[in-house]
């Protein structure tokens, strides 16, 4: 089974976040790591920033562990870990953490995950806030200077994540 992608960003959020390379990205990929076997996942969470998760097995150390007793490095560190959120799949298959299991693949798997809405992070919807109170213009030309978290950053990291945990 090779890459799946789903498009979900409502009218609204386009309005609101403006242009960027988020209104061209998928809202949602699912691909399983060549190297490692793992399913993984990048979902953008409702601020505009991406979020990177892989899913771990029945029997792996890490299977049902809160994100902080994993060791892992990884984007901001990680900041998730559950089962798959299947109602939300069901409500909204495009922004849910949950995975359609491939012929032969596990349903029961153990997400672990990063955020790219940390400081420093551009989050398109968090950004559009901040126009809309005039905060943008305060802080133009100062050292704060977010950067976005594009599809091939946080798919980069992902992989990461995945070497790290097999």
């Given at each position: ?36 076997g793992f399913d993984c996942l990048i979902v953008r969470n409702r601020h505009g920033s991406l979020c990177g998760y892989v ?76 126009r809309e109170y005039g905060m943008s213009e305060m802080l133009r030309g100062t050292r704060f200077e977010p950067t976005y ?18």
């Amino acid at each position: 089974m090779g890459e799946q992608t789903w498009q979900d960003i409502t009218d609204e959020e386009r309005e609101l976040w403006g242009p960027g390379p988020w209104l061209e990205e998928p809202t949602k990929v699912q691909w399983i790591d060549a190297t490692t076997g793992f399913d993984c996942l990048i979902v953008r969470n409702r601020h505009g920033s991406l979020c990177g998760y892989v899913g771990v097995p029945p029997g792996h150390r890490a299977h049902g562990l809160d994100y902080s007793a994993v060791g892992a490095d990884c984007h901001g560190s990680l900041t998730f870990a559950d089962g798959c959120d299947e109602i939300g799949a069901v409500e909204r298959p495009g922004r849910a953490i949950c995975h359609v299991p491939a012929p032969g693949r596990p349903a029961d798997i153990w997400w672990l995950g990063f955020d790219c809405g940390h400081f420093m992070d551009l989050s398109p919807g968090l950004a559009a806030l901040e126009r809309e109170y005039g905060m943008s213009e305060m802080l133009r030309g100062t050292r704060f200077e977010p950067t976005y978290r594009d599809l091939a950053h946080v798919h980069g990291e992902v992989t990461a994540l995945a070497a790290q945990l097999a």
